[in-house]
């Protein structure tokens, strides 16, 4: 058998030649330079026509095998990232995807070896991302965030990052938007994943906000009204089993000492994961502008100029925006308020968010004149016996939520009218009438009648008149004087355990009333305690106790009464959707209802009975029919017969029949 002799193919098979250089590339030097020589002539031959549709294949496997053994050889192949830069940077939008896609993994394997500096690379790839080439921006999108957190993985890059940050606000207000919004989404990635969390990225992205794009500028808003930290379903499914996978799966499987000891080792890395991740601190983008009232002036600015050529969605999320830096950092913006009351009406479509944007855009530093209009419209619109009780009930609990932040605003006659609702028919307006005239038991009894202020709590007694402008400061911790209390008692009685050794008389004084302390005596006693002792847990506990038996105990004798503690809540940094939309529905429990219910569930139920399927009902019923109307004491002996016999009774029964035909 003739067979042909097989030389050296290395030449010809590069992906051996590049496993066996990586090996050993001293001893294949020839053979690399033979390749490096071969791609530097197709390079020049590419450099004429970058535009070609077909490039070659050679060069594509050339550029990956010189980029693969690029730190073998760092001396001799010290232009070739320049090469690729320098090709990519002028014929980029001209060349076939293929090719650019090759080139740009090429650069990437470079940028995995540290071979080239990331600020080029980086700085390159956002300018590609203007390519209609989707797989090209995706792949370039996941290498720019990967990059990025592995270049500030072990501490912070700060001169990467300025550099970067600046390049990225001018690629903000490209003209192509396909390469603003990937800009935005990667500085808005960056910062859920805690590496770019500093006061410039959230600068750059509030400039976003004020894009001519509605992409860009729908992503920029929503990402301050959004969570700051998301969770990854990629992270999260890497972490491995949980804590109750782990503990089901020992439980079943057979106990042996190397799996008691992998139980253990995955329990504690378990703990400290938990411990790595409550040591985060993550503060809300909103709280890092640099200009927040110039940035809310600027915004309301674009909802006015533009409102015309602006979608009602975009609207809402400005509306939002702006509400919440009025309510977070208190800021004045008297113009707001009468924009919002122009679609103060149930009938609008998003009527309930508007009046979530009221209550956020509402906070104690605000004029009162200002925010007395719109709570006469809300009640005017919704708190009217013409509505449904649903929406007297959102409109109550909307006037709750506003006047818990600016508790002036409501004057004393509407807040007599709107607490007369207590008493009405329906149970959603009478739950939030009540909540609202809880409310103001608590913050401003005096503006209330006096039959509705209740009696007097020991909390209500120290609630001072609210005035506009005035901080309430406290000079120490509020129920700290309930410490001083129990120390003069212990005080006490060691003083009665010295008078009881010492047999002596002790003049006792017979008062009837019991001597309270005045205010001014609680107050420094507070301060006092406050200043010169380190409360403990259980010190902490004790005030908060002693807060809590204060609004449920009268102000004179000792009797108590419930009280709701439905407005803990109230007054918060952020209103919610939920807190508006509450309405309180409660099935009625009376005996005519519940025999209502038993009625209308047995209509429908003649279908499922017994129907005779006979042509003739009025015709005789056949035993099986009588058996059923029976009462069972009569036929239980009968049914004990008719259980399935065995095989043995059967050929019994079948012998002695045959038996009884033979001897006839």
């Given at each position: 058998m003739s067979y042909r002799k097989r030389g050296n193919q290395l030449p010809n098979n590069i992906q051996q030649l590049q496993n066996l250089i990586k090996r050993d590339p001293e001893s294949y030097q020839d053979e690399f330079h033979q390749q490096y020589r071969h791609f530097q002539t197709q390079m020049a031959v590419f450099n004429h026509n970058p535009s070609c549709a077909n490039p070659s294949k050679d060069l594509l496997e050339l550029v990956m095998f010189v980029s693969h053994v690029s730190h073998c050889y760092p001396d001799k192949l010290s232009n070739f990232s320049t090469q690729l830069l320098e090709v990519l940077g002028n014929h980029a939008k001209v060349m076939s995807p293929e090719s650019r896609l090759c080139f740009?993994?090429?650069?990437?394997?470079?940028?995995?070896?540290?071979?080239?500096?990331?600020?080029?690379?980086?700085?390159?790839?956002?300018?590609?991302?203007?390519?209609?080439?989707?797989?090209?921006?995706?792949?370039?999108?996941?290498?720019i965030v990967m990059d990025i957190k592995s270049v500030n993985s072990k501490r912070k890059n700060q001169k990467l990052n300025s550099s970067l940050q600046n390049f990225m606000y001018l690629m903000l207000k490209d003209s192509d938007v396909k390469a603003?919004?990937?800009?935005?989404?990667?500085?808005?990635?960056?910062?859920?994943?805690?590496?770019?969390?500093?006061?410039?990225?959230?600068?750059v992205i509030v400039e976003a906000c004020f894009s001519r794009v509605a992409k860009v500028q729908v992503a920029a808003l929503q990402f301050f009204l959004g969570k700051d930290v998301e969770e990854d379903d990629s992270e999260s499914?890497?972490?491995?089993?949980?804590?109750?996978?782990?503990?089901?799966?020992?439980?079943?499987?057979?106990?042996?000492?190397?799996?008691?000891?992998?139980?253990?080792?995955?329990?504690?890395?378990?703990?400290?994961?938990?411990?790595?991740?409550?040591c985060l601190f993550n503060f809300s983008a909103i709280h890092?502008?640099?200009?927040?009232?110039?940035?809310?002036?600027?915004?309301?600015?674009?909802?006015?100029?533009?409102?015309?050529?602006?979608?009602?969605?975009?609207?809402?999320?400005?509306?939002?925006?702006?509400?919440?830096?009025?309510?977070?950092?208190?800021?004045?913006?008297?113009?707001?308020?009468?924009?919002?009351?122009?679609?103060?009406?149930?009938?609008?479509?998003?009527?309930t968010k508007l009046l979530l944007f009221t209550a956020q855009a509402s906070h104690a530093l605000v004029p009162p004149d200002a925010i007395e209009p719109l709570l006469r419209t809300i009640a005017n619109n919704f708190i009217t016996e013409r509505n449904s009780a649903d929406v007297m009930a959102v409109g109550l609990n909307a006037v709750r939520e506003v006047c818990a932040r600016c508790p002036l605003a409501m004057s004393e006659e509407l807040l007599s009218d709107l607490v007369e609702y207590k008493h009405h028919r329906d149970r959603p307006v009478l739950a939030a009438a009540r909540s609202l005239l809880q409310l103001y038991?608590?913050?401003?009894?005096?503006?209330?009648?006096?039959?509705d202020r209740g009696r007097p709590t020991t909390a209500s007694v120290e609630v001072q008149v609210p005035q506009f402008g005035k901080e309430d400061t406290k000079t120490g911790v509020p129920g700290a004087e309930v410490l001083v209390d129990e120390e003069e008692e212990l005080v006490s009685d060691t003083d009665d355990e010295e008078s009881d050794e010492d047999d002596e008389w002790i003049n006792v004084s017979h008062s009837d009333e019991d001597e309270e302390p005045r205010e001014d005596e609680k107050e420094e006693d507070t301060e006092s305690i406050s200043v010169n002792r380190l409360f403990t847990q259980e010190d902490h506990s004790k005030i908060q106790r002693h807060q809590l038996e204060k609004g449920i105990k009268f102000s004179k004798t000792g009797s108590k009464r419930k009280m709701s503690d439905s407005g803990a809540h109230w007054g918060d940094e952020l209103a919610t959707l939920d807190s508006i939309e509450n309405i309180y529905k409660k099935r009625k429990h009376d005996k005519s209802s519940r025999m209502e219910s038993v009625l209308d569930g047995k209509t429908d139920k003649t279908q499922h009975k017994y129907r005779v399927k006979r042509a003739n009902p009025l015709a005789s019923t056949t035993n099986r029919e009588k058996l059923k109307q029976k009462p069972f004491g009569m036929i239980k002996n009968k049914m004990k017969i008719k259980t399935k016999r065995s095989f043995r009774e059967k050929q019994l029964s079948l012998r002695k029949s045959l038996m009884k035909r033979m001897k006839r």
């Amino acid at each position: 058998m003739s067979y042909r002799k097989r030389g050296n193919q290395l030449p010809n098979n590069i992906q051996q030649l590049q496993n066996l250089i990586k090996r050993d590339p001293e001893s294949y030097q020839d053979e690399f330079h033979q390749q490096y020589r071969h791609f530097q002539t197709q390079m020049a031959v590419f450099n004429h026509n970058p535009s070609c549709a077909n490039p070659s294949k050679d060069l594509l496997e050339l550029v990956m095998f010189v980029s693969h053994v690029s730190h073998c050889y760092p001396d001799k192949l010290s232009n070739f990232s320049t090469q690729l830069l320098e090709v990519l940077g002028n014929h980029a939008k001209v060349m076939s995807p293929e090719s650019r896609l090759c080139f740009c993994k090429a650069l990437m394997m470079l940028r995995m070896k540290d071979i080239v500096s990331p600020t080029a690379v980086l700085e390159l790839f956002f300018k590609l991302l203007c390519c209609r080439d989707q797989i090209l921006r995706k792949i370039l999108y996941e290498h720019i965030v990967m990059d990025i957190k592995s270049v500030n993985s072990k501490r912070k890059n700060q001169k990467l990052n300025s550099s970067l940050q600046n390049f990225m606000y001018l690629m903000l207000k490209d003209s192509d938007v396909k390469a603003a919004k990937m800009s935005l989404d990667v500085m808005v990635e960056l910062y859920r994943k805690q590496i770019w969390n500093d006061t410039k990225t959230v600068n750059v992205i509030v400039e976003a906000c004020f894009s001519r794009v509605a992409k860009v500028q729908v992503a920029a808003l929503q990402f301050f009204l959004g969570k700051d930290v998301e969770e990854d379903d990629s992270e999260s499914e890497n972490e491995g089993p949980t804590l109750k996978e782990l503990m089901v799966s020992h439980k079943v499987t057979k106990k042996t000492r190397k799996k008691q000891r992998k139980l253990n080792k995955s329990l504690k890395n378990i703990s400290k994961q938990k411990k790595q991740k409550a040591c985060l601190f993550n503060f809300s983008a909103i709280h890092l502008i640099h200009d927040c009232q110039g940035f809310a002036e600027r915004l309301f600015a674009r909802l006015t100029q533009e409102s015309a050529n602006q979608r009602f969605e975009i609207k809402m999320l400005i509306l939002n925006l702006i509400s919440r830096l009025i309510g977070l950092h208190e800021l004045i913006l008297l113009n707001v308020y009468p924009y919002i009351q122009r679609y103060l009406k149930p009938s609008h479509k998003e009527v309930t968010k508007l009046l979530l944007f009221t209550a956020q855009a509402s906070h104690a530093l605000v004029p009162p004149d200002a925010i007395e209009p719109l709570l006469r419209t809300i009640a005017n619109n919704f708190i009217t016996e013409r509505n449904s009780a649903d929406v007297m009930a959102v409109g109550l609990n909307a006037v709750r939520e506003v006047c818990a932040r600016c508790p002036l605003a409501m004057s004393e006659e509407l807040l007599s009218d709107l607490v007369e609702y207590k008493h009405h028919r329906d149970r959603p307006v009478l739950a939030a009438a009540r909540s609202l005239l809880q409310l103001y038991r608590l913050r401003y009894p005096q503006l209330l009648k006096k039959r509705d202020r209740g009696r007097p709590t020991t909390a209500s007694v120290e609630v001072q008149v609210p005035q506009f402008g005035k901080e309430d400061t406290k000079t120490g911790v509020p129920g700290a004087e309930v410490l001083v209390d129990e120390e003069e008692e212990l005080v006490s009685d060691t003083d009665d355990e010295e008078s009881d050794e010492d047999d002596e008389w002790i003049n006792v004084s017979h008062s009837d009333e019991d001597e309270e302390p005045r205010e001014d005596e609680k107050e420094e006693d507070t301060e006092s305690i406050s200043v010169n002792r380190l409360f403990t847990q259980e010190d902490h506990s004790k005030i908060q106790r002693h807060q809590l038996e204060k609004g449920i105990k009268f102000s004179k004798t000792g009797s108590k009464r419930k009280m709701s503690d439905s407005g803990a809540h109230w007054g918060d940094e952020l209103a919610t959707l939920d807190s508006i939309e509450n309405i309180y529905k409660k099935r009625k429990h009376d005996k005519s209802s519940r025999m209502e219910s038993v009625l209308d569930g047995k209509t429908d139920k003649t279908q499922h009975k017994y129907r005779v399927k006979r042509a003739n009902p009025l015709a005789s019923t056949t035993n099986r029919e009588k058996l059923k109307q029976k009462p069972f004491g009569m036929i239980k002996n009968k049914m004990k017969i008719k259980t399935k016999r065995s095989f043995r009774e059967k050929q019994l029964s079948l012998r002695k029949s045959l038996m009884k035909r033979m001897k006839r």
